[in-house]
């Protein structure tokens, strides 16, 4: 199928515009939808993801490529089961209580965003309540808690320990990064997930949705 | 705009000349060997048959540096050009001649082999900012006669990559003229695209030896480039100041124009030299001394000035390991050659001043040549003005990641090193290994190594090549060369 061989090469370039005429060439030569995602669509992301990994590529063209890909999969849509296109995953991310850092968390959020996450973003200096009202009325699989400052990384555990409170520490996973925050520090508090950058909390939520 | 670094100011630049004029006219130049006297005396210089010293006309000076090119190319065994050696370029080479290996294994340094040769040869060839390779090494596994000839044979058989080079002796000129020629197929294609430089040195002060000059006259009817690399040390066997060594090095160098160009006129020349701070403490020739690094900026200039290409050894380090001193003293001095846009820079790969080879520096050094090569391209304005649209659209859209702008300019506004350069942060780069700066780089070198690929020389030309060498190792007594691996 040449055709799909290209549509994976334009979105690895992030063509955008290209990967939506394409696609519809393809829907246009009643190739199954269903095929177009999986051997088209998802395998350049396939392959972007690898070269990512390799440092062979860079956050623009993830972020490039999974807008290519959004494009392609639009017109796809009405064509797919309910089943083929499941959303990847709703989280909610912030900086925790007293923090006012945010450029990591945006970072991150704009990371998930691209790799096709529904994001909600609660800004900085977000109250343990906020995060877990927010997770449970939005129906979020994971919250996502940023921290710069060493003194505010307890404001963390309370979230945590909150979702338990509650009972929605088994529907809703945490994931906690910035630039104190330790793999160590995150199993200590009971995070379910901790992502060293912005590319790794991707990955980590990947897993604690998968 | 280029940046661009000066050590001296024009009126000094001249000064230094003209004393470097009245030594040559005055005290002359030791010269020992017979055909340079010879030609010297026919072109109007005089000869002091008792001293055996040779004094210059100013006129027979000036219209040698006038003939000489001011830029001439490079080109690789294939035949394609790779450098352009004139103006404020930049090219880096790694250091040659190493009489010992670093060995990574153990941690020693140790007389190298033909196996060590042949794979600094393919890590060379794979080298993204090290345009050409140099004889790297002189390999202990084969007769001394041969050592010079024999590091050319290998660096032809496996890399594609010009070569920086030079001659032991009168005699071996030849079979690495040869080498060459079988590369090149004919002595007007050779000339027409040189393939190799031959470094060709005075001794200080104020001598041409016999084997040295007779290296210059050869290459020069050959026009294969030479480079001089005149060596004062300042303080020992040249002035102590730097104005003073510069003045001994303008004379020694200007002599070996002399002898190019009337040898034959506007033949390839590099103004090159290898001069050196004196370590009183340790009697040693500190190739990291700043003040090294500073003459050899300095003379450069004066070569600019008198419109020849040039070269130099630094970005090299004293350091006995690859440690912190080898990669400040290293990129301190690629740094400043590049602003000096020095055109052949000698040095990457080296430690123990010009004495030791290490396979896992060359790699880190390739890393800080393409951050000075980053740094020389300098700052330009790209789409910047007017600026409001672009802040417009960061407002807009938050962040300018995936912007048309940061698409078109990311990759070539910003030069990403890596793997040896480490940027990650601490727990990416734990969960990564937690792994040294050497372990890095001797991780790429076996990468490099796994990786290559043969040079795409013919196998004709590849065969005589080794039919040549072969033929030359039986007349010094070696019946068969060396096994090497493929």
Redesign the interface.
């Known amino acids: 199928m040449e055709i799909l061989g290209q549509i994976a090469a334009l979105l690895e370039r992030?063509e955008d515009q290209e990967v939506r005429s394409l696609t519809q060439s393809a829907m246009d030569q009643s190739l199954p939808a269903l095929k177009i995602l999986e051997e088209g669509l998802l395998a350049g992301m396939q392959v972007v993801g690898d070269r990512f990994r390799a440092?062979d590529i860079?956050?623009?063209e993830v972020?490039?490529a999974a807008?290519a890909m959004s494009a392609g999969v639009e017109v796809l849509k009405p064509h797919l089961g309910k089943t083929d296109l499941h959303s990847r995953g709703k989280v909610v991310i912030g900086t925790v209580q007293g923090d006012l850092h945010d450029i990591g968390k945006?970072l991150v959020g704009?990371m998930l965003s691209g790799a096709g996450f529904e994001v909600i973003d609660l800004g900085k200096n977000v109250s343990a309540e906020e995060f877990v009202d927010t997770a449970r009325e939005s129906g979020a699989d994971v919250i996502g808690m940023s921290a710069l400052l060493t003194t505010t990384m307890p404001a963390m555990k309370q979230v945590i320990s909150l979702l338990r409170e509650r009972g929605l520490d088994s529907s809703v996973r945490t994931m906690v990064g910035g630039?104190p925050v330790?793999?160590e520090y995150a199993s200590e508090m009971g995070a379910d997930g901790y992502g060293?950058?912005a590319a790794?909390a991707v990955e980590c939520v990947r897993e604690l949705v998968g | 705009m280029r940046p661009r670094l000066q050590f001296l100011e024009s009126s000094l630049i001249e000064r230094i000349i003209t004393e470097a004029l009245d030594l040559l006219g005055t005290l002359g130049m030791k010269i020992q060997n017979e055909n340079a006297v010879a030609l010297l005396a026919d072109h109007g210089a005089t000869v002091d048959q008792s001293s055996g010293r040779v004094t210059f006309p100013e006129s027979l000076v000036m219209e040698a540096v006038a003939k000489a090119p001011s830029s001439f190319a490079l080109y690789d065994v294939l035949g394609n050009q790779t450098h352009d050696l004139a103006g404020d370029k930049v090219h880096f080479t790694p250091g040659s001649s190493g009489i010992t290996v670093l060995d990574a294994d153990s941690g020693e340094m140790r007389t190298p082999v033909t196996d060590d040769l042949v794979r600094f040869t393919k890590l060379t060839s794979r080298m993204e900012h090290i345009e050409a390779q140099s004889t790297a090494f002189i390999a202990s596994d084969v007769p001394g006669a041969i050592q010079d000839s024999y590091r050319l044979f290998i660096s032809l058989l496996y890399g594609e990559k010009p070569v920086v080079t030079g001659a032991f002796t009168v005699e071996s000129y030849r079979l690495m003229r040869d080498l060459q020629l079988a590369v090149r197929g004919t002595a007007a294609e050779l000339a027409a695209k040189p393939l190799t430089i031959f470094s060709c040195c005075p001794t200080a002060p104020l001598k041409w030896s016999n084997v040295t000059a007779q290296n210059l006259l050869d290459c020069a009817a050959d026009s294969v480039p030479v480079e001089y690399v005149s060596m004062p040390l300042l303080g020992f066997m040249g002035p102590v100041t730097i104005v003073g060594s510069l003045i001994q090095h303008t004379a020694e160098t200007l002599s070996g124009v002399v002898l190019s160009q009337l040898a034959n006129p506007g033949c390839p020349v590099l103004y090159g030299g290898s001069p050196a701070a004196f370590d009183i403490r340790y009697e040693t020739t500190p190739m990291g001394a700043i003040e090294t690094q500073m003459i050899d900026c300095a003379y450069t200039e004066i070569g600019k000035h008198l419109g020849i290409p040039t070269q130099a050894y630094i970005a090299l380090s004293d350091a006995k390991a690859l440690d912190a001193q080898a990669g400040l003293e290293t990129s301190m001095g690629a740094t400043l050659a590049a602003l000096s846009g020095i055109n052949s820079v000698s040095g990457p790969g080296m430690l123990d001043s010009e004495r030791c080879i290490s396979m896992e520096k060359l790699v880190v050094d390739n890393e800080i040549c393409g951050l000075v090569q980053r740094m020389i391209r300098g700052i330009e304005p790209k789409d910047d003005f007017p600026a409001r649209p672009i802040f417009e659209e960061m407002l807009r859209e938050?962040?300018l990641?995936?912007a048309d702008h940061?698409?078109k300019h990311?990759r070539s506004e910003h030069h990403?090193p890596?793997?040896v350069i480490e940027r990650?942060?601490l727990?990416?780069w734990q969960?990564e290994g937690s792994t040294t700066l050497g372990e890095r780089a001797h991780r790429e070198v076996q990468k490099h190594l796994d990786e290559y690929e043969p040079s795409r020389l013919s196998d004709d030309v590849k065969k005589e090549l080794v039919e040549l060498m072969s033929a030359e190792a039986k007349r010094h007594g070696m019946e068969k060369l060396p096994e090497r691996e493929e």
């Open positions: 992030g440092h860079f956050l623009p972020l490039l807008r945006n704009i630039a330790t793999r060293f950058d790794n | 938050e962040h990641l995936i940061t698409r990311l990403f890596g793997p990650a942060n727990p990416r969960e």
